[in-house]
């Protein structure tokens, strides 16, 4: 295994510089980086060329510069040299200090949009394979291939009218007329009906319950005015809870161990009786505060599953805990609805609170919660797009894989051998299903770093994919290699990680060196 690796990342080194080398003679032979002081008549235009000619060494040739750059560049990977030289760019930036800010812009502007299509992919192409040809079959297959053809341009812009300026018109006043709330109410419940599936009779039950339910809530939130007071509450959350520890039970260990159950209604209850505790500590939150949170609440939940045992002890543990992340989450999100008022009625915000364009609200001062819920409503409209021009590819990966595995033969003979279905499905056609879509979120996540450059300019976000067209459009190759080395890098990296994934996920695949 160890000279599998090494003779990979020799194999990777070799390619890295080959394609850097390229990289740098095309983009330095793309354009003029003094085609603006050229055609000045500014009096100071020859100082000016020079300046730069001296700043970006213009006078080397470019294949002597591709090796000067190296030189700097090799020394990022001495650990603790602290001598990390990409260059300057054309203002006299290092390279470093852009690639530092933005690769935090589109880490913040992609990861979350990234997982989460991840994760909510694979659920559908798992539900819609075991539903094939179905009405909720055909509809998820329309709306994901619909999304995926649509530019993502235009889908920032539907967001942009409707997301953010109609959701914050409706702000100013939001009561919702009880027709609406009925129209939205039966929306839901169809796709209830069509999600639920079996007899007339159950999906006709299941819609006119979620119908009911919907329109209720909705106009209790109208009269209420909670879109401008928002909260869960302990009531709220021992609810949810409870749903939570029932369907988080039902996907780890099925509910015939009743333990796994208990153990998740446990920690529902410890959850409950932490909220009113914590509520002191969260009013002075930090990041790492809520980190070091998340741990302790996942540790109780492992701890509470071990103490519990039953038949299968590790079931109970991971029952238990992902149950206690799940409502320490819903706590957290209480605490955030909390300080919307105070962020609503911020004088930077001015009633308007979901963000069009930038990272930030320029000059906004507050606490953690405050400036988290600025961050958060900057994330949400090319958040929502990105899921959505991306869910397509996981969902069909899913749900082909999930189908060519569901036809073999070993998941004929776990079924015959009187395995519960959910074991059919999570423990033995997942696991498999999961093998060729390493190499998708691999891919994906390598890509990530390069950054999503139409949805960083429609939404103004100067992240990688800003630096890097930016780099090229001024014919300045030290942003486009630091940019190229981390993407490449980067996705070198997850390739490998993507290899070594098989073998784990498919013990019949061995790594041999």
């Known amino acids: 295994m160890l000279t599998y690796i090494v003779r990979r990342l020799v194999t990777a080194a070799f390619i890295l510089l080959g394609a850097s080398f390229l990289v740098y003679l095309l983009t330095a032979s793309s354009g003029d980086p003094l085609a603006e002081f050229r055609a000045s008549s500014a009096p100071n235009r020859q100082a000016l060329m020079d300046a730069r000619i001296n700043l970006l060494d213009l006078n080397t040739p470019p294949p002597l510069r591709y090796f000067k750059w190296l030189g700097g560049a090799a020394q990022c990977v001495v650990p603790f040299g602290n001598a990390c030289n990409l260059g300057r760019n054309i203002a006299g930036q290092p390279i470093t200090e852009a690639l530092g800010f933005a690769l935090v812009q589109t880490l913040t502007l992609v990861t979350g949009a990234t997982v989460l299509a991840i994760l909510i992919g694979i659920s559908l192409g798992i539900v819609t394979a075991l539903r094939q040809y179905s009405a909720l079959d055909y509809g998820v297959t329309f709306m994901a291939f619909l999304f995926f053809s649509l530019p993502i341009f235009w889908v920032a812009v539907l967001l942009k009218e409707f997301g953010a300026i109609g959701f914050n018109d409706f702000l100013r006043n939001p009561e919702i007329p009880p027709a609406v709330a009925l129209g939205i109410g039966a929306v839901l419940g169809v796709i209830a009906a069509v999600v639920v599936g079996g007899a007339a009779k159950r999906r006709l039950i299941v819609g006119g319950s979620v119908l009911a339910a919907v329109s209720l809530i909705l106009i209790y939130f109208s009269l209420t005015q909670w879109f401008r007071n928002p909260g869960l509450g302990p009531v709220i959350i021992a609810i949810l809870g409870v749903g939570i520890a029932f369907g988080v039970t039902v996907l780890v260990s099925g509910l015939k161990n009743r333990k796994a159950l208990q153990s998740s209604l446990i920690v529902v209850g410890i959850g409950v009786i932490a909220y009113f505790a914590v509520q002191p500590l969260l009013n002075d939150a930090t990041g790492l505060m809520i980190f070091l949170l998340a741990i302790a609440t996942i540790l109780v939940g492992v701890a509470v599953g071990y103490f519990m045992g039953g038949f299968d002890r590790g079931q109970s543990m991971r029952a238990a805990a992902i149950t206690a992340f799940l409502v320490g989450a819903l706590v957290v999100m209480d605490r ?21 364009i930038g990272a930030g609200t320029p000059n906004i001062q507050g606490d953690f919660w405050i400036m988290s819920t600025d961050t958060l409503t900057h994330l949400v409209l090319p958040t929502i797009a990105l899921i959505l021009v991306s869910l397509a590819s996981y969902t069909r990966f899913t749900r082909s894989s999930m189908l060519e595995i569901m036809n073999m033969d070993y998941i ?18 997942f696991r498999n299903a999961l093998i060729p879509i390493a190499t998708i979120v691999a891919f994906d996540i390598g890509a990530l770093i390069g950054g999503a450059v139409i949805t960083e300019s429609v939404f103004s976000v100067r992240g990688m994919g800003f630096l890097f067209i930016d780099g090229l459009q001024r014919s300045d190759v030290n942003p486009v290699m630091g940019v190229f080395l981390c993407v490449a890098i980067t996705a070198m990296v997850f390739n490998l990680v993507a290899d070594l994934a098989y073998s784990a996920l498919d013990p019949r695949v061995r790594i041999k060196a």
């Open 336 to 356: 955030f609805m909390q300080a919307w008022p105070s962020y609503f009625n911020n004088s930077r915000v001015r009633g308007r609170p979901i963000a069009t």
């Open 412 to 429: 004929r003979t776990a079924r015959a051998k009187g395995l519960s279905e959910r074991s059919v499905i999570m423990g033995h056609a």
